[in-house]
C-alpha cells in the first residue's frame, strides 16, 4: 500500500527520504515496523526485517496506518465541552487553556479527596512506566489497564500457578507438534508473527485442536473442530484431565520435581469422567479418549493456550487454569514447541531499562478497585477497572473525582454502557486522551489529542521473552494537526500541580538516556534497528533445576496457597450454564481480520472493506422462529434492541448468536463509521459489574439476548 508515490530504495537516506524504524500502533500488538518518508510524508509501510520473524509482514489494518495517518476525521486541537456531557458541542482550546482546565479540576479533586481521587486507565502493555508514574506523582494507587475485558481471566489464573502474569508464558507454536486452542481465532484475531508462525506451523504438519461454539477461519484451518457448548470448557477440560490421570500419560518426571497438589488434582477430576463432560459439552467421550492417545504421543511438545479472550464467564478463570495444568501434565514448560517463561534482560545476564517509576514517590493507599486487598487472586499492578467504575459510582472505599481514559475506551470495551455512563455521571472532570473521536472522549468533559503512532516517539519498550529485548517507537512525520505525545502532555500536568520533577526531561532523548542508563545500549543503536535484542537465541532453563517459577513453592501450584488466602477454591465444582431455549440465545462476539476493536471502523480504506456485522444463527433454531438468511431480525436485551441481518448457518452451537465487536458507533464526526452495524457491548445489559470472582474478567459471554423474525420481514 501506498500514498501514490512509489517509495525510493528502502533503507536508504537521501534528501527528503528517510527510513524510520518503529512499531505499528492500529492494534495494541505493536509490531515492528520500518516506515519510509518521503518528502515529510509517510510513503511505505512494512514490518520491520530486522526482526526476522516477522519480516516485512503487516496485517491490512497495519497496512492501512496511511490512510489513518492522512485522514482529518479525527480530533485536531484540544477541545473543552460546552454542551452537556455526550452533547457534541466543543470549543477549540489551546494546549495551555486545556491543560490549565485540566489542571484546575484536578488540583480541586487532590484539595477535596487526595490524590487517590484520581484515576487512569490506559492499554496497558509497554509504556505503562510513564502512566503509573504520572499517578504516584500524583499519590493515586489507581492506575488501571483496560484487561478486565480482555484477558485477565487468564493473567490472574497463569500468576496462581506459575507466579507470573499471562505475558509472561510463550508459546513456541513454531516447533509445537499440536496446538489447542479455546475460542484463540489464531489467524483472524490476529497478531502477525504468532499467525505466520501458526501457518508455516500447519503446514510443516502441526496438529491444531481448535475448540469455538462457532466455525472461526482458525476452525477451518485447523486438523480438529470442537463445537463446544457455550461456556462449558471447564467440564472440557476437567474430563481430558481425568482421561490424561486415567491413561497415565502425563511427565511423571517433570510433574514429581515441578508440581504440587496432584491429590487434589485427582481428587478433583475423579468423577468427571469423558461422559461426563460429554453432557456438558456435547464433545463425544470417544473423541477425549482419543485425544488424549493423540497428545500423548505428542508431548512434551504440546501447546495448551489457556486463552485470552476465550469465552469470559464466572468460570472462565478455571478454564484458563486447567489449560495451563494440561500443559504441566505433558511436561511441555520450557521445552521447544512448547510453553517458555518469558525472561528479563536480568535472567540472560543484562541490566534491564530503568524505571521511571522510581523517580516518583512510593504510593501506599489502596486501590480503590480492591485488587490486591479486598480481592487478594487479582493482581494489584494493573487492578480491575470495572471495579474502579464501581467505585467511582458508589463512593465506596473512596471518592473517585477525576478520571482520565488514555489509549482506552471503556463506552466501547465494556458491557452496557448506559451503566458505565451513571459512573462516569459523578465525576468532576474525565478527560480522553486518544488520537480519535472515541465514544469515551465524546462523552468527555475535554479531548486531548495524542500525536498519532508516525507523529511521537513514546518511552522505550522493554519485552521480556524467550529472547527479551528492547525496542522503540520514534517519530517518523511532524503531527499534522496541534496534537501531542503523552509524555509531553503528561508532564506539563505535573508542572502546573507543581508535583515533582519525575517527568522532568526537555526532550524524548533525554528520558530514553534515562531509561538506557547501565543497559550498554544506546539511543544510536536503538534508532539503528528499532529493536536491540538482549540475548543471541532463546533461551530456556534448564528443566532439571533451573525453572524458575514465582510461586510460595517455586512450582506449579495446581493448589494455589494464594487462592487459599482469598478464600477460594483452586478448582471450583463445574456450575452449567442454564440452557437456553425458544427466542433466546448466549450472546457470543469476536474480531474480524480487518477491524480492531471500535477504532477502525471509520478508516478510510479499512470501512470500504469491512461488512456490516451480521448475526451468526443455527439453521434449526432459525428455521424453528421463521427467520431466512440474510434476513432482517430484531435482536433485543433488556430494552435495547436493534435490527441486524441473519446470517444463517450450520456451524454455531444452537444455544449461541455470535455478532462481530466494534460496530454501532455514534459519534456524528466519523461519518463513514457513524451507525454502521450494531454494537454487542449495548446488548450485553446488567453486565459491567458481573465478573468472574477469582479473575476479575467481566462475564460477558452470560449476556442472554433476544432474537425474533423481523415484523416486517416477508413471509
Ligand atoms: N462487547 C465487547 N467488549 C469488548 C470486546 C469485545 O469483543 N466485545 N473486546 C475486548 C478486548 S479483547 C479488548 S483488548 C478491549 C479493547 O478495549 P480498548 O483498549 O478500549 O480498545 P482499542 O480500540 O484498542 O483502543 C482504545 C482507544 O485507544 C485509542 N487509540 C489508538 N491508538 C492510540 C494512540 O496512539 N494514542 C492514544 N492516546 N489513543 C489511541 C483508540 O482510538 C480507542 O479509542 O475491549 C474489550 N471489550
Ligand atoms: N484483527 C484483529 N485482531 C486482533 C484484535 C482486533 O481487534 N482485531 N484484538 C487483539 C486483542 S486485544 C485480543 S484480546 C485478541 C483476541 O483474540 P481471541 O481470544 O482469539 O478473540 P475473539 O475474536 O474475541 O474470539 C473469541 C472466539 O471465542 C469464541 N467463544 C465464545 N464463547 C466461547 C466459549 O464458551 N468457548 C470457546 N472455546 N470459545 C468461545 C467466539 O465464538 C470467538 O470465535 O485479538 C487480538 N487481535
Ligand atoms: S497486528 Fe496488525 S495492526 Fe496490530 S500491530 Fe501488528 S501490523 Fe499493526
Ligand atoms: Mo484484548
Same mark, same amino acid.
Given at each position: 500500500m501506498s500514498s501514490g508515490k512509489a517509495p525510493n530504495v528502502r533503507g536508504v537516506d537521501s534528501p527528503g527520504h528517510r527510513t524510520v524504524y518503529s512499531m505499528c500502533g492500529?492494534?495494541?500488538?505493536?509490531c515492528p515496523i520500518e516506515v519510509t518518508v518521503e518528502d515529510g510524508r509517510v510513503a511505505w509501510l512494512q514490518g520491520n526485517p530486522n526482526d526476522k520473524a516477522i519480516g516485512a509482514s503487516l496485517c491490512a489494518r497495519g497496512a492501512a496506518g496511511i490512510p489513518f495517518e492522512y485522514?482529518? /476525521?479525527?480530533?485536531q486541537t484540544p477541545l473543552i465541552r460546552?454542551?452537556?456531557?455526550?452533547?457534541g458541542q466543543w470549543r477549540r482550546a489551546s494546549w495551555g487553556e486545556a491543560l490549565d482546565y485540566v489542571s484546575d479540576k484536578l488540583r480541586e479533586v487532590i484539595a477535596e479527596m487526595?490524590?487517590?481521587g484520581i484515576a487512569l486507565s490506559d492499554r496497558g502493555g509497554a509504556f505503562t512506566d510513564l502512566t503509573k508514574t504520572f499517578l504516584a506523582a500524583l499519590g493515586s494507587p489507581n492506575y488501571v489497564d483496560h484487561d478486565a475485558s480482555c484477558g485477565r481471566n487468564a493473567h490472574n489464573a497463569t500468576r496462581s500457578l506459575y507466579?507470573?502474569?499471562?505475558?509472561a508464558v510463550t508459546f513456541?507454536?513454531?516447533?509445537?507438534?499440536h496446538v489447542v486452542l479455546y475460542g484463540r481465532n489464531l489467524i483472524e484475531s490476529l497478531k502477525v508473527k504468532e499467525a505466520k508462525e501458526f501457518m508455516g506451523a500447519l503446514a510443516n504438519g502441526t496438529r491444531c485442536t481448535y475448540i469455538d461454539p462457532r466455525a472461526s477461519l482458525t476452525a477451518c484451518k485447523a486438523t480438529r473442530y470442537w463445537r463446544v457448548r457455550p461456556n462449558s470448557d471447564y467440564a472440557l477440560n476437567l474430563g481430558i484431565i481425568h482421561e490424561v490421570l486415567k491413561q497415565g500419560v502425563y511427565d511423571k518426571e517433570f510433574v514429581a520435581r515441578w508440581v504440587t497438589g496432584m491429590d487434589y488434582l485427582t481428587e478433583a477430576v475423579r468423577d468427571t469422567t469423558p461422559e461426563w463432560q460429554e453432557q456438558h459439552t456435547g464433545i463425544p467421550a470417544d473423541e477425549i479418549r482419543a485425544f488424549v492417545r493423540e497428545i500423548a504421543a505428542d508431548a512434551p511438545h504440546v501447546i495448551f493456550h489457556p486463552g485470552w479472550m476465550t469465552a469470559r464467564h464466572k468460570q472462565s478463570f478455571y478454564v484458563s487454569r486447567t489449560a495451563l495444568i494440561l500443559n504441566a501434565l505433558m511436561g511441555s514448560i520450557e521445552v521447544k514447541g512448547g510453553c517458555i517463561l518469558a525472561k528479563s534482560p536480568e535472567d540472560v545476564g543484562r541490566k534491564g531499562l530503568k524505571k521511571l517509576t522510581d523517580r516518583a514517590p512510593k504510593v501506599t493507599e489502596k486501590r480503590a478497585d480492591g485488587?490486591?486487598?479486598?480481592?487478594?487472586?487479582?493482581?494489584?499492578?494493573?487492578?480491575i477497572v470495572h471495579q474502579m467504575f464501581a467505585a467511582m459510582e458508589t463512593g465506596d472505599p473512596y471518592p473517585i473525582g477525576a478520571y482520565i481514559a488514555y489509549r482506552h475506551d471503556p463506552l466501547t470495551s465494556l458491557p452496557d454502557p448506559a451503566a458505565l455512563k451513571k459512573a462516569l455521571d459523578k465525576l468532576k472532570l474525565l478527560v480522553a486522551i486518544d488520537v480519535n473521536y472515541s465514544e469515551t472522549a465524546w462523552y468527555a468533559d475535554v479531548i486531548l489529542p495524542e500525536s498519532t503512532y508516525l507523529e511521537r516517539a513514546n518511552v522505550l519498550a522493554q519485552n521480556a521473552g524467550a529472547k527479551p529485548n528492547f525496542s522503540l517507537r520514534d517519530q517518523a512525520v511532524a503531527p499534522r494537526f496541534d496534537s501531542r505525545p503523552a509524555w509531553w502532555i503528561f508532564r506539563e500536568i505535573l508542572h502546573r500541580l507543581d508535583a515533582?520533577?519525575? !517527568?522532568?526531561? /526537555?526532550t524524548i532523548e533525554e528520558l530514553w538516556d534515562y531509561q538506557l542508563e547501565?543497559?550498554?545500549?544506546?539511543v544510536a543503536q536503538m534508532r539503528e534497528k528499532g529493536i536491540v535484542s538482549l540475548a543471541d537465541a532463546p533461551f530456556l532453563w534448564?528443566?532439571? /533445576?533451573?525453572?524458575?517459577?514465582?510461586t510460595p513453592s517455586g512450582k506449579v501450584e495446581i493448589e494455589s496457597e494464594a487462592l487459599k488466602k482469598a478464600g477460594l477454591p483452586s478448582l471450583a465444582p463445574f456450575e452449567p450454564m442454564p440452557k437456553v431455549t425458544d427466542d433466546k440465545f448466549y450472546l457470543l462476539f469476536g474480531r474480524s481480520a480487518i477491524i480492531t476493536h471500535g477504532q477502525s471502523l471509520n478508516n478510510p480504506v479499512l470501512n470500504g472493506m469491512a461488512l456490516e456485522n451480521p448475526l451468526w444463527i443455527h439453521t434449526d433454531r432459525a428455521r424453528a422462529l421463521g427467520i431466512a438468511d440474510g434476513e432482517e431480525v430484531l435482536i433485543s436485551s433488556n430494552g435495547h434492541s436493534a435490527y441486524m441481518k441473519a446470517h444463517v448457518?450450520?456451524?454455531?452451537?444452537?444455544e449461541a448468536v455470535f455478532m462481530l465487536h %466494534?460496530?454501532?458507533?455514534?459519534?456524528? !464526526?466519523l461519518t463513514r463509521a457513524c451507525g454502521l452495524g450494531v454494537a454487542d457491548q449495548r446488548l450485553?445489559? %446488567?453486565? !459491567?459489574? /458481573?465478573?468472574? !470472582?477469582?479473575?476479575?474478567?467481566?462475564?460477558?459471554?452470560?449476556a442472554v439476548v433476544r432474537v425474533q423474525r423481523h415484523q416486517g420481514a416477508k413471509a
Amino acid at each position: 500500500m501506498s500514498s501514490g508515490k512509489a517509495p525510493n530504495v528502502r533503507g536508504v537516506d537521501s534528501p527528503g527520504h528517510r527510513t524510520v524504524y518503529s512499531m505499528c500502533g492500529m492494534c495494541a500488538t505493536r509490531c515492528p515496523i520500518e516506515v519510509t518518508v518521503e518528502d515529510g510524508r509517510v510513503a511505505w509501510l512494512q514490518g520491520n526485517p530486522n526482526d526476522k520473524a516477522i519480516g516485512a509482514s503487516l496485517c491490512a489494518r497495519g497496512a492501512a496506518g496511511i490512510p489513518f495517518e492522512y485522514d482529518d /476525521e479525527r480530533p485536531q486541537t484540544p477541545l473543552i465541552r460546552t454542551g452537556p456531557r455526550g452533547g457534541g458541542q466543543w470549543r477549540r482550546a489551546s494546549w495551555g487553556e486545556a491543560l490549565d482546565y485540566v489542571s484546575d479540576k484536578l488540583r480541586e479533586v487532590i484539595a477535596e479527596m487526595g490524590g487517590k481521587g484520581i484515576a487512569l486507565s490506559d492499554r496497558g502493555g509497554a509504556f505503562t512506566d510513564l502512566t503509573k508514574t504520572f499517578l504516584a506523582a500524583l499519590g493515586s494507587p489507581n492506575y488501571v489497564d483496560h484487561d478486565a475485558s480482555c484477558g485477565r481471566n487468564a493473567h490472574n489464573a497463569t500468576r496462581s500457578l506459575y507466579g507470573v502474569g499471562r505475558t509472561a508464558v510463550t508459546f513456541d507454536i513454531k516447533n509445537a507438534k499440536h496446538v489447542v486452542l479455546y475460542g484463540r481465532n489464531l489467524i483472524e484475531s490476529l497478531k502477525v508473527k504468532e499467525a505466520k508462525e501458526f501457518m508455516g506451523a500447519l503446514a510443516n504438519g502441526t496438529r491444531c485442536t481448535y475448540i469455538d461454539p462457532r466455525a472461526s477461519l482458525t476452525a477451518c484451518k485447523a486438523t480438529r473442530y470442537w463445537r463446544v457448548r457455550p461456556n462449558s470448557d471447564y467440564a472440557l477440560n476437567l474430563g481430558i484431565i481425568h482421561e490424561v490421570l486415567k491413561q497415565g500419560v502425563y511427565d511423571k518426571e517433570f510433574v514429581a520435581r515441578w508440581v504440587t497438589g496432584m491429590d487434589y488434582l485427582t481428587e478433583a477430576v475423579r468423577d468427571t469422567t469423558p461422559e461426563w463432560q460429554e453432557q456438558h459439552t456435547g464433545i463425544p467421550a470417544d473423541e477425549i479418549r482419543a485425544f488424549v492417545r493423540e497428545i500423548a504421543a505428542d508431548a512434551p511438545h504440546v501447546i495448551f493456550h489457556p486463552g485470552w479472550m476465550t469465552a469470559r464467564h464466572k468460570q472462565s478463570f478455571y478454564v484458563s487454569r486447567t489449560a495451563l495444568i494440561l500443559n504441566a501434565l505433558m511436561g511441555s514448560i520450557e521445552v521447544k514447541g512448547g510453553c517458555i517463561l518469558a525472561k528479563s534482560p536480568e535472567d540472560v545476564g543484562r541490566k534491564g531499562l530503568k524505571k521511571l517509576t522510581d523517580r516518583a514517590p512510593k504510593v501506599t493507599e489502596k486501590r480503590a478497585d480492591g485488587a490486591g486487598w479486598k480481592h487478594p487472586s487479582w493482581d494489584p499492578a494493573a487492578g480491575i477497572v470495572h471495579q474502579m467504575f464501581a467505585a467511582m459510582e458508589t463512593g465506596d472505599p473512596y471518592p473517585i473525582g477525576a478520571y482520565i481514559a488514555y489509549r482506552h475506551d471503556p463506552l466501547t470495551s465494556l458491557p452496557d454502557p448506559a451503566a458505565l455512563k451513571k459512573a462516569l455521571d459523578k465525576l468532576k472532570l474525565l478527560v480522553a486522551i486518544d488520537v480519535n473521536y472515541s465514544e469515551t472522549a465524546w462523552y468527555a468533559d475535554v479531548i486531548l489529542p495524542e500525536s498519532t503512532y508516525l507523529e511521537r516517539a513514546n518511552v522505550l519498550a522493554q519485552n521480556a521473552g524467550a529472547k527479551p529485548n528492547f525496542s522503540l517507537r520514534d517519530q517518523a512525520v511532524a503531527p499534522r494537526f496541534d496534537s501531542r505525545p503523552a509524555w509531553w502532555i503528561f508532564r506539563e500536568i505535573l508542572h502546573r500541580l507543581d508535583a515533582g520533577d519525575a !517527568l522532568d526531561f /526537555e526532550t524524548i532523548e533525554e528520558l530514553w538516556d534515562y531509561q538506557l542508563e547501565g543497559t550498554g545500549v544506546t539511543v544510536a543503536q536503538m534508532r539503528e534497528k528499532g529493536i536491540v535484542s538482549l540475548a543471541d537465541a532463546p533461551f530456556l532453563w534448564d528443566r532439571k /533445576e533451573g525453572i524458575k517459577f514465582k510461586t510460595p513453592s517455586g512450582k506449579v501450584e495446581i493448589e494455589s496457597e494464594a487462592l487459599k488466602k482469598a478464600g477460594l477454591p483452586s478448582l471450583a465444582p463445574f456450575e452449567p450454564m442454564p440452557k437456553v431455549t425458544d427466542d433466546k440465545f448466549y450472546l457470543l462476539f469476536g474480531r474480524s481480520a480487518i477491524i480492531t476493536h471500535g477504532q477502525s471502523l471509520n478508516n478510510p480504506v479499512l470501512n470500504g472493506m469491512a461488512l456490516e456485522n451480521p448475526l451468526w444463527i443455527h439453521t434449526d433454531r432459525a428455521r424453528a422462529l421463521g427467520i431466512a438468511d440474510g434476513e432482517e431480525v430484531l435482536i433485543s436485551s433488556n430494552g435495547h434492541s436493534a435490527y441486524m441481518k441473519a446470517h444463517v448457518t450450520p456451524w454455531i452451537h444452537p444455544e449461541a448468536v455470535f455478532m462481530l465487536h %466494534g460496530y454501532g458507533r455514534t459519534v456524528p !464526526l466519523l461519518t463513514r463509521a457513524c451507525g454502521l452495524g450494531v454494537a454487542d457491548q449495548r446488548l450485553q445489559h %446488567g453486565k !459491567l459489574y /458481573e465478573f468472574d !470472582l477469582a479473575g476479575g474478567g467481566n462475564a460477558m459471554t452470560e449476556a442472554v439476548v433476544r432474537v425474533q423474525r423481523h415484523q416486517g420481514a416477508k413471509a
